[in-house]
């Protein structure tokens, strides 16, 4: 089965409206999907352990995600204006984000962060306007 969706795999697919990786995949590479400006829906499985960086940048429809139970790493700017974002859940295996992770997410609105969480990295929540609640477990 698939274990990587490869760097700049599915970037500008205009069209695309949900993306579900199937259970095996443990990385998905650099702009994978960025610019998908029809995304909605990305559904991860637990086995993926690295989003690398700007994986799901500007996905301006995205409004849905759901992260997988073993991710360890979330990518510089893998969510960078993703504007349509309300919430995000990230699990507890959580112990890296690197900068601008989440940067203009501007309907973000609540944040929890993992435990294991060893940094807050610059500008991982810089134009979150609507960022009224983050909790640091």
């Not at 029809?38 to 700007?54: F, K, M, N, Y």
């Not at 112990?95 to 294991?116: N, Q, R, W």
């Amino acid at each position: 089965g698939i274990e990587t969706i490869e760097m700049l795999a599915f970037d500008g697919a205009s069209g695309l409206k949900k993306a579900e990786l199937p259970e095996g995949t443990k990385k998905v590479w650099k702009g994978s999907f960025s610019g998908c400006h029809s995304i909605q829906t990305v559904i991860l499985p637990d086995s993926v352990e690295e989003i690398e960086d700007r994986a799901f940048a500007y996905c301006i429809a995205l409004d849905s995600v759901k992260l997988p139970e073993n991710l360890k790493k979330i990518g510089m700017g893998a969510f960078y204006g993703c504007a349509n974002v309300t919430e995000m859940e990230l699990p507890e295996s959580v112990e890296t984000i690197d900068s601008k992770a989440f940067h203009t997410c501007s309907g973000l609105a609540e944040v929890v962060l993992p435990e294991g969480l060893k940094k807050i990295s610059d500008e991982m929540f810089y134009g979150c306007s609507q960022l009224s609640r983050a909790m640091v477990q």
